[in-house]
């Protein structure tokens, strides 16, 4: 029930009373510490209860020193485990916290029970708040089975504080709390509902696909979505409908069965580089892929059966190209640009400055560091490589639009597709199914196969390796985190050897979240790449021990052989000997619980799986190992791997050269020989 009015400025006696009594009914354990990070507060649900409700207290203060304005408590743990939650706040724009106030939640969560209500009385004073002021906290939630209870506690944590309503907006994604609370604090931005939500977007989709000339015919655009089995498929879902036939969408991992982020979602396909468990794209077909809680989208589809996806980077390769067109078109000659982190792929850099002539501007890691450089720019177009981004109007930019008026035709269209993509596009944050519709005007005006947009550029071979640590403020850098300055040295050992191989690039950052430090790694060539990041961690022992991350990297050079693809991995003898020595090993032992079954003696002669020829007789042994020619000749090079399940002491590995040469590697012997 909404309580009394205080009718002085800092908080009485009677009411941090009752700020005690609340939170009694939501104990901190003793001595437990939460930080307040990029995805604001985030752990197992176990453990939350406490945290909403003193978050509660901070939204609601929040509220009041921003004079009323509207605050808004997302709970979702994004694409973590179902078992995992978190919570976050939205400031009035609907954008992310301020960075001041993260400290502000950060030190009121952490409050023992008894100080509670000095901490509480010490913000109210610093920050000036007023308690006469009615604050407004708007709350909503994903899926998770945990939700509803952290609601309840969010709930009494506003309660707790005099002059505060709250506003139970139920399950949405994570972008729609985030339209709504910009919605509520200004109008012109739209209708502050979920109803709202869909009726702008459906209605500037229409506005951009006619304005271009597309015909609006059922089945023009044809896709499949996997949401996670989160909150993203039933507000998909609702979407398509407001849109029409227009859009023939298949809804995969819906929720109705499966579990949240399990072997499905946006983090799953990125990581896994494969698609979704259970997910089939046919030919010519391609797949949208959401996270959790719908603030992300990647997408893939099958090339010449190889997995091929399509990141944050060529998401906003692909809306920078469309919007640079729009702008030349129009005449306003606006500042298009670009921000990407470090781990944006060199190539994407490359095609942006390059080939399309745009300023690229580099952040640190997370999207509201990405959210503010794209201030800078009248466009800014800002993307993650996990598919979290979206594009920002300045209001310059904004109010240039709304007075412009085209010449000709094709000016006039131009300036109508700008207006409505800047209606289309969800400014406040990244948006999965705001970006989903924007990427398939995109491709529809363009008449672009997802085919034809991966070939704008080809990425350079990469590997993300995390090293667990006991400290990881022992490494700090600068330069959006791409330059190293502590410990003492580091980089001035990580760039000689960055300069070593062609179009190399190696940074080292610390987690912002977990005590674990990030090594990222870019070459022209994959060995180069999987070498260069051995060599980085290698010889950086401050940052933690190499065979904690050896096995991980085994793994992926294994994996990378028994998923047969066409590179130059199987110049083995040029690695480093204990690189070589236990990739061999891990393959041996992975390679042989994939392929036993297809060794059996039933199989005396070969069988073909795409290019891979695989030779066995009766007796397990090695008879015969040729060369033989393949009708696949798709890829100059093929690789073939030989096992020997039971009495195996060595494998063997051949890449096949236009040259009709065979190039034979004893891995475990080192010993590299040319056979006729």
């Known amino acids: ?68 304005a ?89 309660a707790a504080v005099d002059a505060a309503e709250f506003h139970d907006q139920g399950v949405l994604t994570t972008p729609q709390l985030h339209y709504i609370v910009r919605c509520v604090n200004d109008a012109s931005f739209g209708l502050p509902t979920e109803e709202g939500y869909y009726t702008k977007l459906a209605t500037a989709f229409e506005k951009l696909l006619t304005a271009a000339g597309q015909p609006m015919d059922p089945g023009t655009i044809t896709l499949q979505v996997d949401c996670a089995n989160g909150v993203g498929a039933p507000k998909a879902t609702q979407l398509f409908k407001h849109i029409g036939s227009v859009v023939q969408a298949e809804v995969l991992n819906d929720g109705s069965s499966g579990k949240l982020n399990f072997e499905c979602g946006a983090d799953f396909v990125k990581t896994s580089q494969g698609p979704p468990k259970g997910v089939v794209v046919p030919a010519g077909g391609r797949c949208a892929v959401f996270d959790g809680d719908a603030d992300r989208i990647v997408y893939f589809f099958n090339k010449n059966d190889s997995f091929m996806l399509m990141d944050g980077d060529r998401l906003a390769g692909l809306f920078a190209e469309f919007l640079q ?48 450089k ?40 131009a300036l109508t597709q700008l207006r409505a993509f800047s209606d289309l596009i969800n400014q406040t944050v990244g ?91 870019e070459a022209a060539e994959k060995v180069e790449c999987v070498a260069h990041t051995h060599v980085d961690c290698y010889g950086s022992a401050d940052v933690g021990c190499f065979w904690l991350f050896f096995p991980f990297v085994s793994f992926l050079l294994a994996r990378s052989f028994l998923a047969f693809h066409s590179c130059s991995f199987c110049r083995l003898t040029s690695w480093p000997w204990p690189l070589r020595k236990r990739c061999t090993t891990l393959l041996e032992v992975l390679a042989r619980g994939h392929l036993e079954r297809d060794l059996s003696p039933k199989h005396k002669h070969r069988e073909k799986r795409g290019g891979l020829f695989r030779f066995a007789n009766s007796s397990q042994r090695l008879q015969r190992f040729t060369d033989t020619k393949t009708e696949n000749q798709q890829h100059p090079l093929f690789l073939f791997v030989c096992l020997f399940p039971r009495v195996a002491d060595k494998v063997l590995v051949c890449d096949h050269h236009p040259a009709d040469t065979c190039f034979v590697f004893c891995l475990r012997g080192g010993v590299k020989q040319d056979v006729n």
């Open 325 to 372: 067109k729009l702008n030349v078109a129009s005449g306003l000659e606006l500042q298009v640009g670009v921000v990407q982190t470090a781990y944006a792929n060199g190539a994407s850099t490359k095609f942006l400055e390059d080939t399309l002539k745009l300023p690229v501007a580099c952040a640190k890691t997370g999207v509201k560091h990405l959210h503010h």
């Open 374 to 413: 794209a201030l800078e720019f009248d466009v800014g177009v800002y993307f993650e490589a996990n598919g979290h981004g979206t594009v920002i109007f300045s209001n310059d930019a904004l109010a240039k639009l709304a007075d412009a008026k085209g010449t000709t035709p094709e000016q006039t269209a």
């Open 70 to 158: 509207a605050i808004g408590i997302m709970i979702t743990a994004s694409h973590n485990p179902e078992e995992d939650n978190g919570a976050k706040l939205i400031d009035p724009l609907g954008d992310m916290l301020e960075a001041a106030w993260e400290a502000v939640a950060t030190k009121i969560t952490n409050a023992e029970d008894a100080d509670l209500p000095a901490v509480v009385a010490a913000t109210v004073a610093e920050h000036g708040i007023d308690n006469k002021v009615v604050a407004n906290v708007y709350c909503a939630r994903d899926t998770r089975p945990s939700g509803p209870p952290l609601l309840a506690a969010a709930r009494d944590g506003v």
């Open 431 to 521: 948006d999965a199914l705001s970006d989903l519709l924007v990427t398939e005007a995109i491709l529809a005006v363009q008449k672009l196969t997802i085919e034809k947009w991966s070939e704008r550029y080809s990425d350079l071979p990469n590997r993300l390796l995390k090293v667990r640590v006991a400290d990881r403020t022992v490494v700090q850098t600068t330069n959006a985190e791409r330059t190293c300055t502590a410990p003492e040295g580091m980089q001035a050992a990580i760039d000689p050897l960055v300069g070593t191989y062609p179009a190399g690039r190696s940074f080292v950052r610390p987690s912002g979240t977990e005590d674990v430090v990030r090594v990222y790694a």
């Open 1 to 68: 029930p909404k309580q009394t009015v205080c009718t002085t400025t800092h908080p009485e006696p009677r009411n941090m009373a009752a700020l005690s009594a609340a939170a009694a009914l939501h104990p901190k354990a003793p001595g437990a510490t939460f930080s307040y990070g990029t995805a604001g507060f985030r752990t197992k649900a176990s453990v939350l209860d406490p945290v909403l409700f003193r978050l509660g207290v901070v939204a609601a203060l929040r509220s009041k020193a921003k004079n009323g």
